[in-house]
């Protein structure tokens, strides 16, 4: 599946922010859906992750209350919507498919495919 992350941009913290992931090439549906994120200088860090019906999500505590994922199934695309924003945000944000959760919801290894990534800046 090819993944196309969007929305980044430079917002001012307390601002709100929402992603998109289109995926194509091979069934949505399939696919537990994930968002992480690159800081400069840091490791690649999970975010968030919605599982195949959107019955569940997932999030570390670092963004629980001011994220929020969801999927549409219909235009095959996953969305994280972000709220109050923090300069500690600020990132490079990636989406990911996986088409199991086994391994872990929130580890790297889980997601299969992965997007090119979209800038998220936070700064006054």
């Known amino acids: 599946v090819q993944l196309q992350a969007s929305g980044g941009g430079l917002v001012q913290p307390g601002d709100s922010l929402r992603l998109s992931c289109a995926a194509s090439g091979r069934a949505f549906t399939n696919y537990a859906m994930g968002w992480f994120r690159q800081a400069p200088g840091k490791e690649r860090e999970f975010v968030a992750t919605?599982?195949?019906?959107?019955?569940?999500?997932y999030y570390p505590d670092s963004v629980k209350g001011r994220f929020t994922i969801s999927r549409d199934n219909a235009r095959n695309t996953v969305y994280l919507q972000m709220n109050s924003l923090k300069p500690e945000d600020t990132a490079v944000y990636y989406c990911?498919?996986?088409?199991?959760?086994?391994?872990?919801?929130?580890?790297?290894?889980?997601?299969?495919?992965w997007g090119q990534g979209t800038q998220v800046t936070v700064s006054s």
């Open positions: 919605v599982s195949w019906t959107g019955a569940s999500t």
């Open positions: 990911a498919a996986a088409s199991s959760w086994n391994r872990g919801r929130d580890l790297e290894s889980t997601y299969e495919y």
